[in-house]
């Protein structure tokens, strides 16, 4: 799996968008980019996916760069809720999830009030 | 929907003591497996199943044992406990691989060896 660069922490302000980044410089052709927070030391939790092209669902959307070196996931109306620890992995899909997500540190995100 | 349900949610040992974290998954899933997370780090892969009977080691395996005799069932035994195995274990599963979108976590078991 490539490796990831994210920063280690970020502060938003309540009800304002917060945009992670998420570094993968040797990202190959058939890795895709997950999104997973864990909040307070709870299980993580998945977010969104994406290969190439921008993807959006309830909870966040996923900006990926026309040269799949970079993206950011978006949450639009940031709430106190969503204060936790974000991890940005890249793998091929096709090996599946259980059977070994790499989880860096992550960014740790403070939502403000 | 009950999801993934790791059982004990916290538990203390003494240190040469052996016992088994539970892990159970009712979404029929074929991937499941273990992960510790030590303080201020991510998740780090213990052992891993893609199926009943079939089991592999991930990064960090020595000190524990998995089986997987039921597609549901996936239980970590700790052999003989030592004080460094002191962490937040998470179980999760998953679809198989050609249809994976994401792993489903357990709320974990929090473990200290004494």
């Given at each position: ?28 052709g058939n890795e895709y980019v997950y999104w997973y927070r864990q909040i307070h030391s709870q299980g993580p939790q998945y977010i969104i996916h994406g290969l190439k092209n921008n993807e959006t ?57 | ?114």
């Amino acid at each position: 799996d490539a490796k990831t660069t994210q920063p280690p922490s970020m502060d938003c302000a309540e009800g304002r968008a917060a945009n992670l980044p998420c570094n993968h410089s040797t990202i190959s052709g058939n890795e895709y980019v997950y999104w997973y927070r864990q909040i307070h030391s709870q299980g993580p939790q998945y977010i969104i996916h994406g290969l190439k092209n921008n993807e959006t669902n309830e909870m966040a959307s996923l900006i990926i760069t026309e040269d799949r070196k970079s993206s950011t996931l978006i949450l639009p109306h940031a709430t106190l809720r969503d204060t936790a620890v974000y991890y940005c992995i890249v793998r091929v899909a096709s090996r599946g999830g259980a059977d070994g997500l790499t989880f860096g540190k992550g960014t740790h995100l403070i939502i403000q009030p | 929907n009950a999801g993934v349900t790791q059982t004990p949610k916290f538990q203390v040992l003494k240190t040469g003591q052996s016992m088994t974290l539970q892990c159970a998954q009712d979404m029929n899933h074929e991937y499941m497996s273990w992960y510790r997370q030590d303080p201020g780090m991510g998740l780090r892969l213990i052992h891993y199943s893609v199926g009943a009977g079939i089991t592999d080691q991930g990064e960090v395996p020595n000190g524990y044992n998995v089986s997987r005799s039921t597609t549901e069932d996936f239980p970590l035994r700790l052999l003989s406990a030592a004080p460094s195995q002191t962490s937040v274990y998470f179980c999760a599963s998953s679809r198989g691989a050609r249809t994976y979108t994401e792993a489903f976590f357990g709320q974990g078991t929090r473990l200290t060896v004494v």
